[in-house]
């Protein structure tokens, strides 16, 4: 959870200060008993007392999280053999008995609880007794756990040989940040292959440091075989942590033989998932008194906007105004169209209400970048019962600037000088930076100057990318660790806000694109403004040497992330303007950019 120890040992820098604390509590019992037995009962009051409130601490807010941390209640039924939770349970229960026979010590002597000296003097020797037992049992559970090499774990003790020569293999994933299961049992030398299914990279780091990956990224995979029995504790650098919190796992290894060759087959295996998408804000479509027509016979009845549903611009909404019902026996039906390839899509029937407003929002189903593929659109008149694929008479048409539309869609669609659209990229850095921002959070709760440090290096580095001037090995720790795309994403806002201008210079860019080019960079301002601080304070945690020198960094880091990414509604009216927004904003307005004028012909 912590730090390393100072005594030499595994454990870490709590254990060790609880094993001194336990050893130096069990001394001043021994005091405390000296001092009753000879009558000196106000000294043994003030020893005794502050002892019991102290391991009380100790048992809440460390014990009990190291306990549940390492499965012992769920493990314990499976292994009653087993040192490694055999012993710590003993000790929990000993330990536990001790401290309430403690504190009902406590509070009778100093008569909150009914009092008799007599049974009570009994009540204190069998607490000294238990407190003695739970003392040897505790340092017994310090030496199996951090000194004493485990033996190999074998759940069936048997020489039986395996049922098959040929070597097993079995899938495991890394998905929505956590592996998938958490928990792998095997035989020896199963091959494992781990497949990365998020969108943001992860490695495969084994805690005794026999196995330490490069970060590998969605649809990539790193494949190990486990040759010898044991228990091998797994966790990714830029998500989880040594002690199993995070993105950690276990892997118990069993002998090959055909008794727990069959233990393995009943364990379900894990499927593969989908990452899930991260939560977008609900936003309204981009307002319509923007639009121009291209001719002054044109009228603009609405627009196409393209928005997020499950992937990038995978929906669009069609909202049109002053629409005359369709004539009788005849119905409306939407399509995206590509002048450039003739392609035409069908969104679906469609019908004005009785104000003439008609609303329609699709999204597909594949998930594909519908921004990217199409760039005009047309309502037709067709037949009732019209089986014909191909649009009919076109009522209301758009097409969107192609000049300007080339640059836009490097912002939102696809870029071949980096790993994402510039609008994009930006978006799903941000959405990693936060996720770096609460680890900091959480080493800082927890009194880690090294785990708030690791994690401020990772949101250094994902702001500046490779080519950045502080990327690189900053805590000096683990070698340079980038749980970014390499590009870094003051880089992405940089190019973006760049693009966003050049769409809005193209020859035929309308006044909506030029409007909304400016509010892509007012919010990109924000962003670049906020991403500096964030970064200065990173690496502010970096320079330090305490816990105590960072409260203040990490502030700053924890509120100004999700300014980053969301921005912010200061001015209270329910909707984060550009001039309040951060990267998510300047990627709305990128995809307002794109949307489609729809007009109609006199």
Known sequence: MFQSGFLGTDASFITDLTLLLEIFFFIAICVGVVAQR??????????????????????????????????????????????????????AALGLAAEGLAIYGLLAGFQILPRRIGRLRYWMWATFALWTAALVAGVATYYVWYMQTPEPVTAVPTTEPAASDQPASTQAFLQNFAFAPTELTLTAGTEVVWLNQDGAPHNITFVDGSVATDNFFKGESFTTTFADPGIYQIYCTLHGAADGSGMAMAVTVLENNEANAAVVAAVPTADPKPPTPTPAPTVPPPPVDLLQPQTPQQTVVGLVSFFDTTAPSDSVAVLLNSIAAPAG???????????????????????????GRLALQFTDTDGRNLLGLYDGFQLTQEPQFDDDPTPGVVIYHGQQ????????????????????????????????????????????????????????????????????????????????????????????????????????????????????????????DNALDWAAQIEAAALQILAANSVGEIETFVATITQLSPLLLNGSDTNGDGEVAPAEGGIFTAYQHAQYMAAIAVVSEP
């Open 38 to 91: 000879r009558g000196q009962y106000k000294l043994h009051d003030w020893i005794q007392t502050p002892v019991v409130i102290l391991n009380l601490f100790l048992i809440l807010f460390v014990m009990a999280s190291s306990f549940v941390g390492q499965r012992v209640i769920s493990t314990l039924p499976q292994r009653p053999s087993d040192a490694y939770y055999l012993v710590v349970a003993l000790h």
């Open 329 to 355: 026996g005849t119905t409306y039906q939407a399509w995206l169209t590509d002048s450039q390839t003739g392609a035409i899509f069908s969104l679906g029937q469609a019908a004005p209400d009785a104000n």
């Open 401 to 524: 600037a192609l000049q300007a539309l080339a640059l836009m869609r490097t912002i939102t669609v696809v870029n071949g000088d980096a790993p994402a659209a510039y609008a994009l990229g930006a978006r799903q850095q941000a959405e990693e930076l936060l996720r770096h921002a609460e680890f900091v959070q959480t080493a800082f709760d927890l009194l880690s100057i090294a785990d708030a440090q690791r994690h401020a290096e990772h949101i250094v580095n994902v702001l500046n990318g490779t080519q950045g001037e502080h990327f690189g090995d900053l805590d000096g720790a683990h070698g340079v660790q980038n749980p970014g795309d390499g590009f870094g994403l003051v880089p992405y806002v940089t190019v973006l806000q760049e693009t966003a201008v050049a769409a809005a210079n193209a020859p035929d860019a309308t006044n909506a694109i030029q409007i909304h080019s400016t509010h892509v960079i007012m919010a990109t």
